[in-house]
Nanobody
Framework: QVQLVESGGGLVQAGGSLRLSCAAS????????MGWFRQAPGKERVFVAA????????YYADSVKGRFTISRDNAKNTVYLQMNSLKPEDTAVYYC?????????????????WGQGTQVTVSS
């Protein structure tokens, strides 16, 4: 079992930055594929970014590539999402997720554990 707790959301103006954190507890965090997803009102939950535990590879949705950076600190059992140049369309609830898998997936169903979510609101 893995427990995930997100923090760092808030209200920011367009062009601003936020850093989300996801603290994990439970099983060996370092061997989980970690991802960030987001869900805007009335829309499906979609992939944002992911980090591989095996080789450190990172993956991004096209909509955030070049603006967002995922990183992880296995010693602190924490994964981060640095979000720069935020746009109003980035407004959503952001979820941290963990997958007990070796290979990359952007599919919601591939992730075994989820946090409760943190709200990010970007004003224009």
């Amino acid at each position: 079992q893995v427990q995930l707790v997100e923090s760092g959301g808030g209200l920011v103006q367009a062009g601003g930055s936020l850093r989300l954190s996801c603290a994990a507890s439970g099983r060996t965090f370092s061997r989980y594929f970690m991802g960030w997803f987001r869900q805007a009102p009335g829309k499906e939950r979609v992939f944002v970014a992911a980090s591989s535990w095996s080789d450190g590879s990172t993956y991004y949705a096209d909509s955030v590539k070049g603006r967002f950076t995922i990183s992880r600190d296995n010693a602190k059992n924490t994964v981060y999402l640095q979000m720069n140049s935020l746009k109003p369309e980035d407004t959503a609830v952001y979820y941290c997720a963990a997958a007990n898998r070796l290979y990359y997936s952007a599919y919601v169903g591939s992730y075994n554990y989820w946090g409760q979510g943190t709200q990010v609101t970007v004003s224009s």
